[in-house]
Nanobody
Framework: QVQLVESGGGLVQAGGSLRLSCAAS????????MGWFRQAPGKEREFVAVISWRGGRTYYRDSVKGRFTISRDNAKNTVYLQMNSLKPEDTAVYYC?????????????????WGQGTQVTVSS
């Protein structure tokens, strides 16, 4: 069973930066993809960025391209999300997730393991 623990959320002004971390433990050998998703109040959970654990391929939603960067440290079983030029519309609870399927997925329903979430609030 994979456990995921996020850290790094907080309150930041528009234009600022935050770095989220997600440490995985337990059964990490089964992970194929890790990703970040977010959910704002009253909205569905949405894909932000994902990374293949072995090949390092990355995928981003269009609204964060050029501002967010996902990366991984396999030795530490940790994935990061560097968020720059933050906007108020980035405000949400950010969740780390992992899945063990054969292909890289961006659909939240495909993910098997989830962290507890960390709040990111961007003030205007």
């Amino acid at each position: 069973q994979v456990q995921l623990v996020e850290s790094g959320g907080g309150l930041v002004q528009a234009g600022g930066s935050l770095r989220l971390s997600c440490a995985a433990s337990g059964g990490t050998f089964s992970i194929n993809t890790m990703g970040w998703f977010r959910q704002a109040p009253g909205k569905e959970r949405e894909f932000v960025a994902v990374i293949s654990w072995r090949g390092g391929r990355t995928y981003y939603r269009d609204s964060v391209k050029g501002r967010f960067t996902i990366s991984r440290d396999n030795a530490k079983n940790t994935v990061y999300l560097q968020m720059n030029s933050l906007k108020p519309e980035d405000t949400a609870v950010y969740y780390c997730a992992a899945e063990a399927g054969l292909i890289v997925e961006i659909t939240p329903q495909r993910y098997d393991y989830w962290g507890q979430g960390t709040q990111v609030t961007v003030s205007s």
